[in-house]
């Protein structure tokens, strides 16, 4: 309680955090991460796939028994493109997800921007869902009902991804889950001078600079990079997400769902009060974090879990 106590003053006040606290907080983190990777009715498993950068590794989440086909979602970790691993599966919405409604989750490994600079990632993300796509007969996964999400920078990788994979053309996205994105390489009203919990103005920066590397700073820079930088989002698919209003990705993500809705698409979001960045993670027991939860598992039904003939 002492800890929770402690999160309300500074986002209440405003003021900077104590590092002992985020020192505690990121142990905290850390434990979160390392939880037992199974879940109810779930079997976990490790797979090295095919990319034409070579081998990568990808988490697979399986029901250990399914009467049919069940949906398919590509879960993208985060970590400011730099940092991050598929262990982050454990505590994703992603597992949440599989474990209530049944699911196949797969989590690439992919590429940090301090091994390789965009679009490494970006390719990585994409050849694990051609992998899921292809191997869905496999893996009992139905086509029909494909979901990409991810936390962060796997928010604005999830964003890339469905960019990247509605211009190929081939695989058919049938929901996004971009919760509070990393979106925007260039500072916003909420980025430009935020000391949030665990992300702000500074490792924002760092963050953005490693993972564009020679295109950092120029003109140049491409939506697959940043998707802020997209000018046409018709066509995308649905989308739901949410973000605290104290954050840094707080502008840039309702940017992305207000472009989204001016394009047709059905798009929407959630703001919840607060600073603490992947509050949903590193607060589980927080109501806003299971109202935010919630909410995820209200639209996931209405979009993916109604009839085939009902969805788009």
């Known amino acids: 309680m002492r800890c929770n106590f402690a999160i309300f003053v500074v986002e209440k006040t405003g003021n900077r955090p104590a590092f002992t606290l985020k020192k505690f907080l990121t142990v905290l983190a850390t434990a979160f991460c390392f939880l037992?990777?199974?879940?109810?009715?779930?079997?976990?498993?490790?797979?090295?796939?095919?990319?034409?950068?070579?081998?990568?590794?990808?988490?697979?989440?399986?029901?250990k028994e399914a009467d049919a086909r069940v949906p398919g979602i590509l879960w993208i970790h985060g970590g400011g493109y730099m940092t991050g691993g598929t262990y982050m599966v454990r505590v994703s919405c992603g597992?949440?997800?599989?474990?209530?409604?049944?699911?196949v989750v797969v989590s690439p490994e992919y590429r940090k921007?301090?091994?390789a600079p965009y679009p490494a990632a970006l390719e990585d993300c994409y050849a694990a869902l051609e992998w899921m796509y292809v191997h869905a007969d496999e893996l009992g996964i139905d086509r029909t009902r494909i979901v990409v999400g991810g936390e962060s920078a796997g928010g604005g990788l999830t964003a890339a991804v469905c960019l990247y994979a509605r211009d190929k053309g081939k695989i058919p996205?049938?929901?996004?889950?971009?919760?509070?994105?990393?979106?925007?390489?260039?500072?916003?009203?909420?980025?430009?001078?935020?000391?949030?919990?665990?992300?702000?103005?500074?490792?924002?920066?760092?963050?953005?600079?490693?993972?564009?590397?020679?295109?950092?700073?120029?003109?140049?820079?491409?939506?697959?990079a940043s998707p802020a930088r997209a000018t046409?989002?018709?066509?995308?698919?649905?989308?739901?997400?949410?973000?605290?209003?104290?954050?840094?990705?707080?502008?840039?993500?309702?940017?992305y769902v207000k472009n989204l809705q001016a394009a047709g698409v059905d798009a929407k979001v959630d703001v919840y009060p607060g600073n603490t960045h992947a509050f949903d993670i590193l607060l589980p027991w927080q109501d806003r974090s299971k109202r935010a939860k919630r909410r995820l598992c209200e639209e996931y039904e209405r979009i993916i879990m109604k009839p085939a003939s009902m969805r788009r």
């Open 36 to 63: 037992p990777a199974g879940g109810k009715g779930l079997k976990y498993r490790s797979v090295s796939i095919d990319t034409a950068a070579g081998k990568m590794k990808v988490k697979v989440l399986q029901p």
């Open 95 to 103: 597992k949440m997800l599989a474990e209530r409604y049944g699911a």
């Open 113 to 115: 921007a301090g091994e």
């Open 173 to 224: 996205v049938a929901f996004q889950l971009p919760l509070y994105p990393m979106l925007d390489c260039e500072d916003t009203e909420s980025s430009a001078d935020n000391h949030g919990l665990f992300w702000g103005t500074v490792r924002n920066h760092r963050g953005w600079k490693l993972y564009l590397g020679d295109l950092s700073g120029t003109a140049d820079v491409p939506s697959y």
């Open 232 to 255: 046409d989002y018709a066509n995308l698919p649905p989308c739901y997400t949410y973000v605290l209003d104290g954050e840094p990705f707080y502008t840039e993500t309702l940017a």
